[in-house]
């Protein structure tokens, strides 16, 4: 089996690995209390995440082997498989009062909207590919592709999860940005549903009540956490903040429990590393070999950062509480292998990149 030869695979593997052990060192911190006290285990949530982990990192070895451009073959038919998931999550909920789960047998078996996001950048890249003579055309992109992008984006927003809704519009609006599709097009797609969330937000009231109490009991808690952590932090393990202040301080709210431990230079390298990521991941973007390789990649890595950055600044008193995880980082198995499943995909991509730009499409240059 061919190996990673590329330096920019080098450095995106070692980032990953990085940021996986950083962490379930993190995610035991902040579960361990939780956990006992929940279930009589310090390690329930820490040995559930290691099989995740485990299992995700085998999918990223067989993704960054296979070719990505099997991945064309099966774009419609990946988008309607998320289709029919979420579709089921609607059915086999369990005794969740929302639809992103998918539960079988008294077990969540994943958040559904996790394979409609990786689904959606395959079938939007493979589509700026395939008609990127079109792109221009706002009719012939209305008709052949917003059908596709509504029935996703509807069957998420309808689970309910709004937050999770417009985080992949957003990556879907940015990755048809840079491919320079029609302006008016993009411009009237935002417009539209900016109005439809509006409209779902005002008669949604758990989504009101996010926006009307925007500095709630958790915010207050992730505060008082960076504060006490001040600039070296309190010491591994050594949080108050997880002993019942912050509830389920693993999953979305995990970041305070890194500035209360760690103290602002953990926050900085846990930047630090999301930044480099992000760097090397544009790099592969603008070496990427052909079109299809090039949207896919940005989609990716735009995934990754986004999510990152939306639950940095919800947890600071930013923006709303959106429930979103820090990929790598919080609790979650869904998020956690798909994640590192679309690291295989990008990997993948470098190894087979050539240099090269694009520089008839937005935003893409050997400026990244």
Known sequence: MKMLSYPNEYIILGLILLLSGFGIVM????????????????????????KWLILGLI????????????????????????????IMGYFFKGNNPASRWLVIGGSSWMTTSDLARISLIIFTAFFIDKNRKHLKDWKFV???????????????????????????AMIIMLMLFIAAANWRFIAGITFLGMMGLMIKILYTPYAMARITNWNDVQKVQSLNAFGTGGLLGSGLGDSIVKNGYL???HTDFILPIVGEELGF?????????????????????????????MFLSLGIITSVMVYFLINAAY????????????????????????????MGILLNIAHRGTIGTHTYYRGVSNEF
């Open 265 to 293: 230079m953990g926050i900085l390298i846990l930047f630090l590393m999301f930044w480099l990521l992000y760097r090397r991941g544009m790099a592969i973007v603008r070496e990427a070999p052909d079109l299809f390789s």
């Open 59 to 86: 999918l990223m070895l067989i993704t960054s082997q296979v070719n990505y451009q099997i991945l064309k073959r099966f774009a419609y038919g990946l988008l309607i498989l998320s289709w029919i998931v979420m």
């Open 315 to 342: 947890v600071i008193g930013l923006a709303p509480t959106t429930g979103l995880p820090i990929p790598f980082i919080s609790y979650g198995g869904s998020h956690t292998i798909f994640t590192l499943l679309s």
């Open 142 to 168: 209305i008709t052949r592709y917003t059908p596709f992008l509504a029935i996703t984006l509807m069957l998420i927003l309808f689970q309910p999860d709004t937050s999770t809704t417009i985080t992949i």
């Open 27 to 50: 995610m035991y911190s902040a579960s361990s209390i939780y956990a006992m006290n929940t279930f009589n285990n310090y390690m329930f949530f820490f040995v559930q995440q290691v």
């Open 247 to 249: 509830p389920q301080a």
